[in-house]
């Protein structure tokens, strides 16, 4: 595997309560991604980070946020999660070459009551 | 808008024959153009990639995959399926000058003994 841990592994959590996400890689990788993963839609970019402090908004970004505060380490946080974020979330990283596929983590499951 | 298309969710082949996997893609300028597979509570694994050259990829685990660029598809091939290739493929597309990857909904790929 590409070196990529993220943690929890699964989380059950109730509706209004703050969630953060862990992705951390040893392969000091520039980009950094974070997905979710939904049943007819593939995987969404939520936000990615291309360097420390550098980060960037995908398409469903709303309702989360993240930060990249070292290379290792790409945070997700839900503010005040809801049963709509309910999903599984990925982690993904990529070399600083241009064509290089990105490579995942085993991602979270994560459930909102 | 750009996108892509996995036209089939499901696919079903008995072993030993060939498969077929579809995707399509409608982008402005040239794309670069991923494979992936995903096994269950697993993250993609890249299988094989398309960035420019020769139209016919070879990949991972005797996958292939075939650039055709005046259809704008990019079908994932392999001569004689294995059971063990039951999995969800997903297909993904990076266009010039960005950092991320549009994916797919997937394909379940069914290989039946």
């Known amino acids: 595997d590409a070196g990529i841990t993220q943690s929890p592994r699964h989380k059950v959590t109730e509706t209004g309560t703050p969630v953060t996400l862990r992705c951390h890689q040893t392969?000091?990788?520039?980009?950094m991604y974070w997905y979710r993963q939904d049943p007819g839609h593939g995987l969404r970019l939520i936000h990615y980070s291309y360097g420390v402090k550098d980060t960037d908004k995908g398409e469903v970004s709303d309702g989360y946020s993240v930060s990249r505060s070292k290379t290792e380490d790409f945070l997700l946080t839900l503010e005040s999660a809801t049963s709509s974020q309910t999903s599984v979330y990925f982690c993904a990283i990529r070399p600083d070459r241009a064509g290089q596929p990105q490579h995942f983590g085993d991602g979270t499951r994560l459930s909102i009551l | 808008a750009q996108s892509v298309a996995q036209p089939e969710d499901q696919v079903n082949v008995a072993e030993g024959n060939p498969l077929t996997v579809k995707c399509t893609y409608s982008?402005?300028?040239?794309?670069?153009l991923f494979w992936y597979v995903q096994y269950p509570n697993r993250g993609l694994q890249f299988l094989l990639k398309y960035i420019t050259g020769d139209n016919l990829v070879k990949g991972s685990y005797g996958f292939e995959a075939e650039f055709n660029k005046s259809q704008t598809s990019f079908h994932l091939k392999k001569p004689s399926a294995l059971v063990s290739d039951s999995a969800l493929y997903f297909c993904?597309?990076?266009?010039?000058?960005?950092?991320?990857?549009?994916f797919g909904t997937g394909t379940r790929l069914q290989v039946f003994p």
């Open positions: 982008v402005s300028g040239n794309p670069y």
């Open positions: 392969e000091n990788h520039r980009y």
């Open positions: 993904a597309v990076r266009f010039d000058n960005t950092d991320k990857l549009i």
